[in-house]
């Protein structure tokens, strides 16, 4: 399977774009219990997904389901769970919950996938909606204390920062790995690392991307710093800098990190697998470096200089149920 593509790669942004509402108007009403979340630790896009369901406590909610970080050409398969099978939804492969909704479903079969358990079929994999109708349709099983990651009065803002930070970071990053071209990659190497300029110099005078409380924005930008060093610094040839070496945007990563909600829902061995293995067309042996050492992420960031309060009137998540904890730093 070859995910490189001839020249610049551009990826498929249609989605199954059902909608999980209050009103229910796609057919998917609001309702604790009725769906699973289908996510991968290893994706980033996936990763999205698992904070925010944490920072709002949407735990009793809406389960969640953990594929391995590797795959086949057929995709996630729930290989870390007893039997092969997630526990919920009974099924071995997630493209048994895309068939069980769409026959012929033609193209990737993707995380984050939500399921309806009793029906067994895929709902939505429509991520970047997935996480503002977390924020915005499922108030009310929202934890007391949830933070409000999707404030009214910031939308367009966060949608505009979102917009050049999916561009040029969170895909740009796929954009050099995946090019077909010397030209294609090195275009989104600029792009890349000019954009990380522009972050660091806001990041230099306030905390957090829209001020001194976290948001959406920092969730998407922070699944891909996550993954920088250990992942598309090597793999994807993003290697002007590692994130080590950019001071502002190390501290700023190093501070959610340490955040509860960020952190503790990264697992650094289940990211270099998925990558080093699963892409083979650009990492032929599937070897899986050893390093970075990722103790670093661990070490003081002093961001809490620059004033701010994370959660804004909220509060911090408690740690996570044990069923969902990721290994501890080695
Ligand atoms: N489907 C979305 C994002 C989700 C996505 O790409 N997920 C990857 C993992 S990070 C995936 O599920 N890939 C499945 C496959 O390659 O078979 C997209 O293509 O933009």
Redesign the pocket.
């Known amino acids: 399977m070859s995910y490189v593509q001839p020249g610049e790669f551009t990826?498929?942004?249609a989605?199954i774009e059902d909608r999980i509402t209050r009103d229910g108007r796609d057919g998917w009403p609001v309702e604790a219990g009725r769906y699973r979340l289908v996510a991968a630790r290893a994706?980033?896009?996936a990763n999205r997904t698992v904070i925010v369901r944490r920072l709002l406590g949407l735990e009793d909610a809406i389960s969640l389901g953990l594929p391995g970080p590797t795959?086949d050409e057929r995709?996630?398969t729930f290989d870390l769970d007893p039997d092969g099978r997630d526990p919920v939804l009974g099924i071995e492969r997630l493209q048994e919950a895309y068939f069980a909704r769409f026959p012929d479903y033609p193209k990737?079969?993707?995380?984050p996938a939500i399921v309806e358990v009793a029906s067994g079929m895929v709902v939505t994999?429509d991520?970047p909606q997935i996480t503002l109708d977390f924020s915005t349709e499922w108030t009310e099983f929202h934890r007391p204390g949830a933070p409000e990651l999707y404030p009214e009065r910031l939308r367009d803002e966060i949608d505009a920062l979102n917009a050049e930070i999916f561009r040029d970071v969170n895909n740009g990053v796929y954009r050099a790995g995946f090019a077909g071209s010397q030209k294609a990659y090195e275009r989104a190497y600029d792009a890349l690392f000019e954009r990380l300029d522009v972050l660091s110099e806001r990041l230099s005078r306030q905390r957090y991307l829209m001020g001194g409380t976290i948001t959406e924005a920092d969730v998407r930008l922070f699944t891909t710093l996550a993954r920088f060093d250990a992942v598309y610094h090597g793999h994807f040839k993003c290697n002007r800098q590692k994130l080590a070496e950019m001071p502002v945007l190390w501290a700023y990563a190093r501070d959610l990190f340490q955040t509860p909600g960020f952190g503790d829902t990264i697992d650094f061995a289940q990211i270099k697998a998925h990558y080093y293995v699963v892409h083979r067309d650009i990492n032929p042996t599937g070897i899986i470096p050893k390093g970075p050492d990722a103790r670093g992420w661990l070490t003081p960031h002093h961001r809490e200089e620059l004033g701010g309060r994370p959660f804004g009137d909220g509060t911090a998540p408690a740690d996570p149920p044990a069923s969902e904890r990721v290994p501890a730093l080695a």
């Open positions: 990826r498929d942004t989605y994706c980033p896009w795959h995709s996630w990737g079969i993707t995380v994999n991520y």
